[in-house]
């Protein structure tokens, strides 16, 4: 996807029978997806129209054109969606959207390399990232709380880690 695209949520499967979708939306308020429309689905199509009708479970359930069935929505299960950067309200100073994070450069307290954020992982309860080794073998998985990533500094493309003990430590004890 290209740099000015930010994924915004996912198309989660069909609520009913009827073509209604079950949206997840990764907005900090849920229902403002529905604002930034149009949004491009990762297969390239658009989607000009959603009304949102309300929430079940962790998603929220909507009318999205295009979608008039049952199996169409349950066949985009886990489709993307993305709106332009342009779409997404600006941000203050101290706050970024997590596609800014990938590809930056980690680095403990003292200074040293960690690796390059490759991915923001969302598990439902807490965000991690997820960091690929300068050798670009091995991913950590960083818990991204503000205990553990202490600065994030944009301008200079670089994020500032105080990971748990021995999360980064090579092992010793292979030969």
């Given at each position: 996807m290209s740099e000015d695209r930010i994924i915004v949520g996912t198309l989660a499967g069909s609520f009913g029978v009827h073509g209604d979708v079950r949206l997840k939306s990764f907005c900090a308020d849920p229902e403002a997806l529905a604002d930034y429309t149009p949004l491009m689905r990762a297969d390239g199509a658009l989607i000009t129209t959603i009304?949102?009708?309300?929430?079940?479970?962790?998603?929220?359930?909507?009318?999205?054109?295009?979608?008039?069935?049952?199996?169409?929505?349950?066949?985009?299960?886990?489709?993307?969606?993305?709106?332009?950067?342009?779409?997404?309200?600006?941000?203050?100073?101290?706050?970024?959207?997590?596609?800014?994070?990938?590809?930056l450069m980690t680095y403990d307290t003292g200074g040293a390399e960690l690796g390059r954020v490759k991915a923001i992982q969302s598990n439902g309860a807490d965000d991690l990232l997820e960091i690929i080794s300068p050798s670009d073998k091995d991913t950590v998985l960083v818990p991204f709380s503000k205990a553990v990533v202490p600065t994030v500094d944009l301008a200079s493309g670089r994020i500032v880690l105080d990971p748990p003990r021995g999360l980064f430590a090579e092992d010793d004890t292979a030969e």
């Open positions: 009304v949102l009708k309300g929430q079940t479970k962790g998603a929220l359930i909507a009318r999205v054109d295009g979608i008039t069935t049952k199996e169409q929505a349950d066949g985009l299960r886990g489709m993307e969606l993305f709106a332009t950067r342009e779409q997404l309200p600006s941000l203050p100073d101290d706050e970024f959207y997590h596609a800014d994070l990938v590809g």
